[in-house]
């Protein structure tokens, strides 16, 4: 019996996903910002589940909070060292090369970093080839997530019905952009920066599978490809 898929793209954050760089730029944002806040321990619980963010949403956040007057120039001097630091320590995501390698699905990454960022990230992980959708990057798009403009534009330009795609996700910010794009989402956990809590936080969103390892990725979405959404839930 021929079997039917529902799946025609799969979509990979980036940063979480196929680079363990999060818990890197957490910790660079995290000093940069002691400098300038008052309270050591207000300012970790406004930190909390940031992840996911553009780093100036939460330097304004920061900033709205405590009153904080920004130096102009705070926020590009903490790209640049955020973005070499990353450069420097950051870690493929353990098997997602050979996993994503084993998927015989068309790759796009939608993420909330700069172009240039994912592009290094894509060969620290060695998936430079494999990615052959393209790269859809905030710095490509008018809203970065949790707005949905970075999946829209991966599916429309694989012309892909949004409903066709399977994305792989670890932050709130992500799993809300690529749900309000109407597409299905896997939650990974596996990365350095994931908290304890955070799958069932994903699970309430509304994403179809948590995945912890990555090397169980193609049988996962092997299993996803010919459910229909309402069958893949375990």
Known sequence: MTRTPHVDLLICDCDGVLIDSEIVSGRVLREALLQLAPSEQELDVLLNGTFGLQSRDIIARVAAHFGLDIPVDFHARHLELSEATIHAEAQAIPGVREALYAIDLPLAVASNSRYDSVRHALRRSGLTERVDVGIFSADRVERPKPA?????????????APQRCLVVED??????????AGMRVIGFLGAGHIPP??????????????????????ALVERLRYAAPADALP
């Not at 932050?171 to 309000?180: I, N, Q």
């Not at 799958?199 to 994403?207: A, D």
């Open 171 to 180: 932050s709130t910010t992500g799993v809300t952009a690529a749900l309000t």
């Open 148 to 160: 949905p403009d970075v999946y829209l534009l991966a599916a429309r330009t694989a012309g892909v």
């Open 197 to 218: 809590e955070h799958g069932e936080v994903l699970r309430e969103l509304g994403v179809e599978h948590l995945l912890h390892d990555m090397r169980e990725l193609p």
